[in-house]
């Protein structure tokens, strides 16, 4: 039930899961650079993915440098039609917001900054990539309950046989304890019988 709960306020919730992306820094190749950031309240694994799903559809080639998914000399024509190098770090907000996924841009050409240049359009592309991450979440979502309702149906099915296989012992005991007492009748009958001889050949004697 708790989970259950947990997936429909997770569904419910799934279009507030993010605030707009914003201007900030960040330490990228040894120097603090100007960048781009936004939030979601999703796990770090769920964003990574949505992202790096988004940029490789679009034929980048990703490489990791450090803790950054760094595509070299690439264009993302949401943001811009010249090469750029674009640095995504994808990370927990906190130790505390396990659950809020914070994603730097830092853009560079030639080893020069390029951010302010085109941050405006790299905010919207961070804002657009929300579709993608609500989507990706859904599809682990159902994934998820389909698992947990998997595992329902299976215990539930192992239940019915398992009332199906006591249904034929119950049968199979009732046939022996009606067969047993039509023994033990049979027995009885005998029992008197003998008792019956028994007295007769007591009676004779003398």
Do not use: H
């Not at 799934?14 to 190749?29: E, K, P």
């Not at 964003?47 to 264009?75: C, P, R, T």
């Not at 090469?83 to 917001?97: G, L, N, P, W």
């Not at 309950?145 to 239940?159: D, G, M, P």
């Amino acid at each position: 039930m708790k989970k259950f709960i947990t997936l429909l306020l997770a569904i419910a919730t799934a279009q507030i899961s993010y605030c707009q992306a914003y201007d900030g820094t960040a330490d990228y190749n040894k120097k603090s650079q100007a960048a781009v950031l936004i939030e979601y309240k999703y796990p770090q694994e769920t964003v990574e993915k949505a992202l790096k799903d988004k940029l490789e559809l679009q034929g980048l080639k990703l490489k990791s440098n450090k803790s950054y998914i760094v595509a070299y000399n690439s264009v993302i024509s949401n943001i811009s039609s010249n090469q750029i190098e674009y640095a995504f770090m994808v990370d927990r907000k906190s130790k505390r917001e396990k659950e809020t996924t914070v994603i730097t841009l830092v853009m560079n050409i030639a080893d020069v900054n390029a951010t302010a240049d085109n941050a405006a359009k790299a905010k919207d592309f961070l804002n657009e990539l929300g579709i993608s991450i609500d989507a990706l979440n859904v599809e682990n979502m159902v994934v998820d309950q389909t698992k947990i309702f998997e595992k329902a149906e299976k215990k539930n099915k192992n239940l019915l046989e398992d009332i199906s296989d006591l249904e034929k012992k119950i049968r199979k005991y009732q046939d022996e304890l009606s067969k047993t007492k039509r023994d033990q009748d049979d027995q009885q009958k005998e029992v008197k019988r003998q008792q019956d001889i028994l007295d007769t050949i007591k009676a004779k004697r003398k």
